[in-house]
């Protein structure tokens, strides 16, 4: 069964755009696990327009599932891992400019840097995985480098405006999903994923996890967190069946 992280995010971006005291994280990660969600992902960014620490500290203690945290590969970063101890860490690309994270991590090019911060986070006990683009090359950089897994960027398939486009796009995923578990990666997958185009992703048998954000706060915003993820995990579920 594909596992879903929710990407509580962009509830934070709502609560900034007011710097108010709500809508808060934390209350969303508690109705994301009660719909069926099976961990909580944020992304602590340099600079903190949505997820601030402390969201960070007080999610340690409250989620009962997996609290994922990605984060860039910075020193200030990595003082905060090794402090709040997430079960996992995905690191990930981070451009001050950006609306989102816009690409995949640069591994091979990076892999000197990479490489030492991997091994701090994995012995303070932390599960590392690489978000990278579909890239066979990226994919086995970020074993060479001892990462766990690898989270493969869905943007062009998401982003695909045409069947055909968007089939290609698919077979990238799928190549690098199949060559990270022959290497013996965990493979997970996420980045503008929605309940429309969801199916094709979840129904590849090597990714176990999926990171899900943008499209199911909107959903919430609607319809309330615990729906927006129970509608989630049936679409998972359907694209397995």
Do not use: W
């Given at each position: 069964?594909?596992?879903?992280?929710?990407?509580?995010?962009?509830?934070?971006?709502?609560?900034?755009?007011?710097?108010?005291?709500?809508?808060?994280?934390?209350?969303?990660?508690?109705?994301?696990?009660?719909?069926?969600?099976?961990?909580?992902?944020?992304?602590?960014?340099?600079?903190?327009?949505?997820?601030?620490?402390?969201?960070?500290?007080?999610?340690?203690?409250?989620?009962?599932?997996?609290?994922?945290?990605?984060?860039?590969?910075?020193?200030?970063?990595?003082?905060?891992?090794?402090?709040?101890?997430?079960?996992?860490?995905?690191?990930?690309?981070?451009?001050?400019?950006?609306?989102?994270?816009?690409?995949?991590?640069?591994?091979?090019?990076?892999?000197?840097?990479?490489?030492?911060?991997?091994?701090?986070?994995?012995?303070?006990?932390?599960?590392?995985?690489?978000?990278?683009?579909?890239?066979?090359?990226?994919?086995?950089?970020?074993?060479?480098?001892?990462?766990?897994?690898v989270e493969i960027n869905t943007a062009s398939y998401c982003d695909a405006r045409d069947e055909r486009t968007?089939?290609?796009?698919?077979?990238?995923?799928?190549?690098?999903?199949?060559?990270?578990?022959?290497?013996?990666?965990?493979?997970?997958?996420?980045?503008?994923?929605?309940?429309?185009?969801?199916?094709?992703?979840?129904?590849?048998?090597?990714?176990?996890?999926?990171?899900?954000?943008?499209?199911?706060?909107?959903?919430?915003?609607?319809?309330?967190?615990?729906?927006?993820?129970?509608?989630?995990?049936?679409?998972?579920?359907?694209?397995?069946?």
């Amino acid at each position: 069964m594909t596992r879903l992280g929710v990407n509580i995010d962009h509830v934070a971006t709502v609560r900034q755009a007011r710097r108010a005291a709500e809508p808060d994280p934390v209350q969303a990660a508690v109705l994301a696990e009660l719909g069926g969600a099976d961990g909580i992902t944020v992304h602590l960014r340099g600079d903190r327009r949505h997820i601030q620490d402390r969201d960070v500290e007080i999610l340690r203690q409250v989620v009962k599932t997996r609290l994922n945290l990605e984060m860039a590969s910075t020193q200030e970063m990595i003082r905060v891992a090794l402090t709040v101890k997430p079960d996992q860490v995905t690191l990930v690309p981070e451009r001050r400019e950006e609306l989102t994270t816009e690409g995949g991590l640069d591994v091979m090019l990076n892999s000197t840097q990479l490489k030492p911060v991997v091994k701090t986070l994995q012995e303070g006990s932390i599960f590392v995985s690489m978000f990278v683009d579909p890239d066979l090359e990226q994919v086995k950089e970020s074993h060479r480098i001892d990462a766990r897994a690898v989270e493969i960027n869905t943007a062009s398939y998401c982003d695909a405006r045409d069947e055909r486009t968007r089939e290609a796009a698919l077979r990238k995923v799928v190549d690098a999903a199949r060559l990270g578990r022959k290497l013996g990666l965990a493979v997970h997958a996420g980045h503008g994923l929605t309940y429309a185009n969801v199916g094709a992703i979840a129904a590849v048998p090597e990714i176990t996890e999926l990171n899900i954000g943008h499209n199911l706060v909107a959903r919430a915003v609607l319809v309330g967190m615990e729906r927006a993820v129970r509608e989630m995990v049936e679409a998972i579920r359907g694209a397995r069946h």
